[in-house]
T-cell receptor, first 115, second 115 residues
């Protein structure tokens, strides 16, 4: 069975601090996709990143970076120099195979960045 | 880029009435669409897979007679919450993707309040 675990329910940091959001997944598939989404208070899901199971290269996009480690089934997300606008709920998600849009979401981590 | 549009974004209805939510793929055809439900401060849970031209596939525990799904065309799926009750109040969000794409596109979501 597929499962995504985000153990951190809520994190509070002070602006400019770095913060890492953890994501651990379970799947029997050898091919799968991992995602991170941001959900601001308005509710819409904002796509942040996609990573397929064959690409373990870490990625950096501005203040955001992702660490994918198949050995530990983890796909962690780090925000460097956090800002108040980063306050939101962040979801990690898993899907199998390209073109399959059925997602398993983690429980989400609510990030509060305090000024 | 591909867009999925959901309507309405917010609806308030009286207990016992039915509410219809639309999900449209604006620039691609989707043989399947997905409906998720999110209770306050909780994760997104897949409710059902909407299949064009055939019956929807419901996840375990989701009442198919209460949540009617119709996918009559390749660009439109509708979710009807029948005989709504206050416990049906939730955030409903749909998703779909072009054939062979690597990630789904999500609608803006519908916040349903049953009073």
């Amino acid at each position: 069975a597929q499962k995504v675990t985000q153990a951190q329910t809520e994190i509070s940091v002070v602006e400019k601090e770095d913060v890492t959001l953890d994501c651990v997944y379970e799947t029997r598939d050898t091919t799968y996709y991992l995602f991170w989404y941001k959900q601001p208070p308005s509710g819409e899901l904002v796509f942040l990143i996609r990573r397929n199971s064959f690409d373990e290269q870490n990625e950096i996009s501005g203040r955001y970076s992702w660490n994918f480690q198949k050995s530990t089934s983890s796909f962690n997300f780090t925000i460097t120099a956090s800002q108040v606008v980063d306050s939101a709920v962040y979801f990690c998600a898993l899907s199998e195979r390209r073109g399959t849009y059925k997602y398993i979401f983690g429980t989400g981590t609510r990030l509060k960045v305090l000024a | 880029g591909a867009v999925v549009s959901q309507h309405p974004s917010r609806v308030i209805c009286k207990s016992g009435t039915s509410v219809k939510i639309e999900c449209r793929s604006l620039d691609f055809q989707a043989t399947t669409m997905f409906w998720y439900r999110q209770f306050p401060k909780q994760s997104l849970m897949l409710m059902a897979t909407s299949n064009e031209g055939s019956k929807a596939t419901y996840e375990q525990g989701v009442e198919k007679d209460k949540f009617l799904i119709n996918h009559a065309s390749l660009t439109l799926s509708t979710l009807t919450v029948t005989s709504a009750h206050p416990e049906d109040s939730s955030f409903y969000i749909c998703s779909a993707g072009p054939p062979g794409n690597t990630e789904a596109f999500f609608g803006q979501g519908t916040r349903l309040t049953v009073v």
